[in-house]
């Protein structure tokens, strides 16, 4: 039995989801194992993350990987907006 789950991470701005996109997408076939398996696709503002899994600890596990990941995405683009605007 396969087990699947959807994330849809939504953004004011295009410019931030094609940021917090590229960051997260480098980790597809490099996480993934035996047991899980993930795709990322970008539509606009939102970053979609799929996550499928054999069993539901390997769902909760790869969940838990990819919503750590996207959050570090989005603190790291928040903390470059900060300095940006130290910088004017």
Do not use: C, K, P
């Not at 909760?60 to 928040?78: D, F, I, K, P, S």
């Amino acid at each position: 039995m396969s087990h699947d789950a959807l994330l849809d991470f939504e953004y004011d701005a295009e410019e931030r989801a094609v940021l917090v996109f590229r960051s997260v997408e480098q980790e597809i076939g490099e996480i993934d194992d035996d047991r899980s398996w993930t795709t990322v696709e970008r539509d606009g503002n939102t970053v979609s993350v799929r996550v499928e899994a054999e069993d539901l600890i390997a769902l909760r596990a790869a969940l838990n990987t990819w919503q750590t990941l996207v959050g570090v995405a989005e603190t790291v683009a928040e903390t470059g907006d900060s300095v940006r605007e130290l910088s004017l």
